[in-house]
């Protein structure tokens, strides 16, 4: 019997399948104007329109006008973005359900390019995609000398340090892609190539780092890694080239030879790590009944195929550690504990295996499976892989290990 627990796991090969996507509503409502507290649309008579206004991408139908509008005035004062005039600083918006975007207009053109700065900014559902309307007709700016903490954008420009990834299941969306990326480090840029824009994924996306020395590293870790049933191709973009047409062998993907193992040296011959990544969130860690649950579930699944060494699924701070400092507001505070859990770990699962090919038989069984609705994603290390946080840091002795569980 697998998953006695909690029945999290489901059965083998169930959920391989790309989830479909969310059905648009046709229509295209009028604007609804916001609350302005005086600064009306006729306010900035010598700013023309166009450069006040901003395109939203990627858009679903629970969002709508009102909520749209409350987000980036909440975000945007919460953050001192912007003019900081009076009132706030959305005048309107506008959505089309039919097409998946929308148009937010600014109080001031200064505020529309401030606001570029949340360009894959997580709201609902997933991320925005923030550009400039067709009809702009000021300065080319792509994104502004703004960097949000925690917020990737979609716009990955040309440069040196803007990477490749191909050979990616398609039934990964941002959010897992984006997981296996930030093992090496924070993103500040990533976009997956979707067909037409919003449709399914075409097994490919560009990204960057925010810290470009860690480009090397994250490339010659991931390329050659096996992926469920497929092998990644990394490397840095084509500066120059055409948008989504790098210079690579697409057609050649299935046939890419067995790489050696992202530590570079060694073979999978010593590969008995298996890393599971979208498998947990920190809101299932904290309870301690239901860690012990997901503790012994994932246990006695990976049991399954071999003998387990050891374990771990890094748990994230407690709330009440992470009280605000002095002039530090709530928002920094959740950011540094998000920060400080993904430095340790927290939403991977390390399991350790006694031998090199009991890892690969969980890599074969569990890559793509579902656990608590969620698609796996697995790969094998061995203990010299360069990861982050580093693997003797995962597998360093505690105290008690495993950690605490509820007693029966």
């Known amino acids: 019997m697998q998953a006695k ?3 999290l796991f489901n059965l083998p090969g169930a959920n391989r399948t790309q989830v479909p996507p969310i059905l648009g509503i046709p229509g295209l409502p009028p604007p609804i104007p916001v609350q302005t507290f005086g600064m009306g649309i006729g306010s900035n008579p010598n700013l023309s329109r166009q450069s006040r206004r901003l395109y939203i991408g990627s858009i679903t ?5 009102q909520n ?16 900081g005039g009076p009132g706030k600083p959305v005048l309107a918006v506008q959505c089309n359900y039919e097409k998946n975007y929308a148009f937010v207009e600014f109080r001031s053109a200064e505020d529309a390019t401030a606001a570029m700065a949340f360009d894959g900014i997580i709201f609902i559902n997933g ?6 309307p067709k009809d702009y007709g000021g300065p080319e700016q792509h994104s502004p000398g703004i960097h949000v903490p925690g917020v990737v954008s979609t716009n990955v420009p040309d440069s040196i340090n803007k990477v490749f990834v191909g050979g990616l299941p398609t039934y990964l969306n941002e959010e897992q892609v984006q997981e296996l990326l930030k093992s ?35 490339i010659q870790s991931l390329n050659g890694m096996e992926l469920g049933d497929r092998y990644l191709v990394v490397q840095r973009a084509s500066v120059g080239a055409k948008p989504g047409m790098p210079n690579l062998p697409y057609d050649q993907f299935p046939e890419i030879p067995r790489p050696i193992m992202p530590a570079g040296e060694n073979s999978t011959a010593d590969a008995r ?4 990544l979208n498998m947990v969130v920190p809101e299932d860690l904290i309870d301690d009944q239901e860690y012990g649950d997901i503790y012994e579930d994932v246990k006695e699944e990976c049991s399954r195929y071999g003998v387990v060494e050891d374990l771990r699924i890094p748990r994230p701070l407690k709330k009440d550690k992470m009280k605000p400092a002095p002039g530090e507001t709530s928002f920094q505070t959740a950011l540094d504990a998000q920060r400080a859990d993904e430095a340790a770990g927290v939403g991977r699962v390390y399991v350790k295996f006694t031998r090199a090919h009991e890892a690969q038989a969980g890599l074969k069984a569990l ?20 990861t982050t946080p580093p693997l003797n840091l995962i597998f360093a002795p505690q105290p ?9």
């Open 61 to 65: 139908p629970e969002v709508n006008e």
């Open 184 to 218: 090496f480090g924070e993103l500040k840029a990533f976009n997956l190539v979707r067909e037409n824009g919003n449709g399914a994924s075409k097994g490919f996306a560009f990204f960057e780092y925010v810290d470009a020395s860690v480009t090397d590293v994250a």
């Open 5 to 7: 627990q909690t029945g």
């Open 68 to 83: 749209l509008a409350e987000f980036f005035n909440s975000k945007m004062i919460e953050m001192s973005i912007g003019t």
């Open 367 to 386: 890559a793509g499976r579902s656990f608590a609705g969620r698609s796996i994603i697995a790969t094998v290390l061995n203990e010299d892989s360069q």
């Open 400 to 408: 008690e290990a495993p950690p605490p569980l509820p007693s029966s």
């Open 127 to 132: 991320p925005l995609k923030i550009r400039r």
């Open 273 to 276: 790590i298996l890393l599971m």
